[in-house]
């Protein structure tokens, strides 16, 4: 068990999806620094959110974590959110997102490189979007509530 973890069951089937990054290689890595401890940080754009008119998080609503294959890996709850100008962005949070980033600028080149890809700038319907200083970025702090177990084969 993860220290924090609720001994409470809970049914997943009941709550939304959670997913970190796109299906691949880094949505892998994230879930699992998220099931390792090391992941306890989320940095979003309120112009994603806004795109998929979706709410924002509040702290206490919980989500079940997706692997790139769509399974259930563990219940999640967030227990903060901020929105702040990415310019903003401290490196608490920056080192919580558990990437292995050490100062802001290293974060920041990396979230760049996301929010500028291909995959993001389809997402939005924007083949030029960009961030800057001031793009808001919602800022998501979460816990694992229950890592749920593998499925079988």
């Known amino acids: 068990m993860i220290p924090g973890q609720d ?88 080192v919580d997102e558990g990437e292995g980033y050490t100062s802001v600028a290293e974060w920041r080149a990396g979230h760049e490189g996301f929010w500028h890809g291909e995959e993001m700038r389809a997402a939005l319907d924007d083949p030029e979007f960009t961030v800057d200083d001031t793009t808001p970025a919602v800022l998501e702090r979460f816990r694992v509530v229950t890592v749920l177990p593998a499925p079988a084969r």
């Open 7 to 94: 001994p409470v069951p809970v049914d997943p089937g009941s709550l939304p999806k959670v997913e970190f990054g796109f299906p691949g290689p880094l949505r892998d890595r994230l879930v699992a620094a998220v099931l390792d401890g090391s992941k306890t940080s989320t940095t979003g754009l309120l112009l994603d959110y806004e795109h998929e008119d979706e709410p924002l998080p509040r702290a206490g609503d919980r989500g079940v974590l997706v692997d790139s294959h769509k399974r259930p890996v563990a219940v999640v709850e967030v227990t903060e959110v901020r929105v702040v100008p990415l310019g903003e962005v401290d490196l608490a949070h920056a």
